[in-house]
């Protein structure tokens, strides 16, 4: 086939979902001029499985995302139908927004966003390979022929990678929602040298929503006070929908074991790695046998559709099985299905392949971000494209790639598990991943992130003095309520009791009086006036800070110790086999992952603390060594 010279680019970001558009948007906004290429223009920001944002950890990372300068946040508020914050009787670092998104919208708006880009041009089209040359990626050939050069290439292609569908025993190769699968690439990349594992992953069945009983059913409303993932939000989605919660019954149970032996996943027709913390319905009946139901949520997939995602009922059961499930479930009797569930395989790259920046270490100036990287989740995709799409734009203006620490984020903590310990199923952000979650709370991403997104230029001058104006007041507040003395009163004496609080016998500072578990902000207040009008996200900080001051002195101290690990930096051309006393494994582990810091080898899987011991003596002795020279 002939080829045709397309054009030339600074950033070139194949594929159009979550992972691509935050790329995308990233490089063009910080002034490099930037190519958008996807398999079709309709599926701009698509949301092929659960129509929501957010939750534990999750909702973390689309603020954080929101602090770096990226679009996910501003996008769910302007099209969410409804939003909870999760975990309210719980500690803040659990706690997390969840929006259900209205799908249709969502993916409008993204495209919106895409379109008014100035250094950005999106365009329909396949790529089948790309154009490497002694090793360094300089751009892409599509299955047109046309060819486009760049100084860096993204790829996130998400579960495209030679995708296919599986339901019961019909298998077809195809991407998410009958579309076209990307297999010519998935083949280059092999042919290039990368090492690639096979995931998989699933979808519940739709049903219309006027063919159910509702009554049979729990409704679940959003939040009455208005919430929004981003700090430049003003306006609030006020009329929103509800969702609703039923239960398997037994009959759904008895379904599901009756047919064990058609589903793919028990006939060994499915052979990839599916992400265990979201298990099918089957699996769940199979693997907690001993539970007689389990929850079933009707979320709306937007405000001009009647289609609901039945969230729990994952599967990839044969159809007819699927009606008859649909059928046992409370509310349920009469729902028509309008969409069948089922699983998807598709190509991952092995993801310690790539360097905590998300360029490969197999070929130079080769970026990947989202389900490619062996992820599951819109969140996780979204927040490595954004930090794709800044180190890509940087490494084009010659400057230092930017890499978030475990301390600084979930998108950090993202990342370095992917690089460093690599993934043997799809990955999902938990809380429980992140060693230091009392620091990475949803209500202080902007604290934590702004001064980055900032510095490479996603951040607005207006919005960046708005946040360092909050900034200030935080701390001028806090300073104030440590000089505020308050003395025992009547009045206050008759709050602790009513707060089941000990009376106070001395007078305090203001601040030692918010320490207590059962008084708020607002209850300290009238005792120690000071300023009116401050802020509820102002007030909220100092709260949680005063409350919490001790729990995170103590993390910020574990930080500063891992952080001496993280400054003694390895060689990247180090020879592993020739350190004498490192164990077999451990030998092997650090070839493979090839860390740059003391820290990031402590948490390679296979190391362990005396390897890290004499790692350090021989990295010891040879900074000795080259002083002595």
Not at 68 to 81: P, Q, S
Not at 293 to 319: A, C, D
Not at 559 to 578: G, S
Request: charged letters at 25%.
């Amino acid at each position: 086939m002939k080829q045709y010279k397309g054009g030339e680019f600074d950033v070139i970001v194949i594929g159009a979902g979550h992972a691509g558009t935050e790329a995308g948007l990233a490089a063009a906004r910080m002034g490099v001029k930037t190519l958008m290429l996807t398999l079709n223009m309709d599926a701009v920001a698509f949301m092929p499985c659960n129509p929501s944002l957010g939750g534990p950890a999750k909702g973390v990372v689309v603020r954080e995302i929101d602090a770096l300068g990226g679009e996910m946040a501003r996008n769910i508020d302007k099209t969410h139908i409804q939003m909870r914050l999760l975990n309210t009787g719980k500690g803040p670092a659990v706690r997390a927004l969840r929006a259900q998104a209205d799908k249709a919208l969502y993916q409008a708006e993204m495209k919106k966003a895409l379109e008014k880009e100035e250094n950005l041009q999106l365009r329909q089209g396949m790529v089948e390979e790309l154009i490497v040359e002694n090793g360094v990626c300089k751009g892409v050939v599509m299955n047109t022929g046309t060819t486009y050069y760049a100084k860096t290439v993204i790829i996130t292609t998400g579960t495209f990678l030679r995708g296919q569908i599986i339901i019961g025993d019909l298998a077809y190769e195809s991407g998410p929602n009958n579309m076209q699968p990307s297999v010519n690439l998935a083949y280059n990349l092999k042919d290039l040298g990368f090492a690639m594992e096979r995931f998989k992953t699933g979808t519940p069945p739709r049903i219309n929503g006027n063919t159910i009983d509702y009554d049979k059913t729990e409704m679940q409303p959003g939040d009455e006070e208005p919430r929004a993932f981003s700090f430049e939000t003003t306006k609030y989605i006020t009329d929103q929908l509800p969702c609703w919660l039923t239960y398997t019954s037994p009959e759904t149970h008895q379904i599901i074991n009756d047919n064990l032996s058609r589903s793919p996943m028990y006939s060994g027709m499915i052979q990839g790695n599916g992400p265990r913390y979201c298990p099918s319905v089957e699996d769940k009946i199979v693997r907690f046998h001993d539970k007689p139901k389990h929850q079933i949520f009707l979320e709306p997939e937007g405000r001009n559709t009647s289609e609901v995602y039945v969230q729990g009922l994952s599967t990839s059961m044969p159809e007819d099985v699927q009606f008859e499930m649909i059928k046992s479930v409370p509310g349920l009797e009469n729902a028509q299905m309008m969409r069948p569930g089922h699983a998807i395989e598709y190509d991952a790259i092995v993801p310690t392949q790539l360097w905590p920046t998300l360029e490969t270490k197999v070929i130079e100036n080769l970026f990947t971000a989202g389900q490619i990287n062996g992820t599951s989740g819109y969140e996780e995709a979204g927040a490595q494209g954004i930090m794709a799409g800044i180190n890509a734009a940087r490494k084009v203006q010659g400057k230092e790639g930017v890499v978030l620490n475990r301390s600084d984020g979930y998108i950090g903590v993202l990342i370095d598990d992917l690089v460093t310990k690599g993934v043997d199923e799809p990955y999902r952000l938990l809380t429980s991943r992140a060693e230091y979650r009392l620091l990475l709370r949803h209500d202080n991403a902007d604290l934590r992130l702004t001064e980055i997104g900032h510095s490479v230029g996603l951040i607005s001058e207006d919005r960046y003095e708005r946040f360092t104006r909050k900034r200030e007041a935080i701390a001028r507040e806090k300073a104030r309520l440590e000089n505020t003395i308050v003395k025992p009163s009547a009045p206050l004496q008759k709050l602790l009791e009513e707060k089941q609080s000990s009376p106070m016998k001395e007078a305090v500072p203001a601040a030692h009086l918010l320490k207590r578990p059962e008084l708020k902000y607002e209850d300290v207040i009238p005792f120690a006036p000071g300023e009116e009008n401050v802020l509820p996200d102002v007030a909220e900080q100092v709260e949680i800070q005063t409350k919490y001051e001790g729990y995170i002195a103590k993390q910020l101290e574990q930080v500063a110790r891992m952080k001496k690990m993280e400054e003694k930096k390895i060689p990247e051309d180090l020879d592993y086999h020739q350190i004498n006393g490192l164990a077999t494994e451990a030998k092997y582990q650090l070839s493979e992952v090839r860390p740059l810091s003391v820290g990031q080898a402590s948490r390679v899987s296979g190391v362990n603390p005396s390897d890290i011991s004499i790692l350090l003596v021989y990295l010891e002795q040879g900074r000795l060594a080259r002083t002595a020279d």
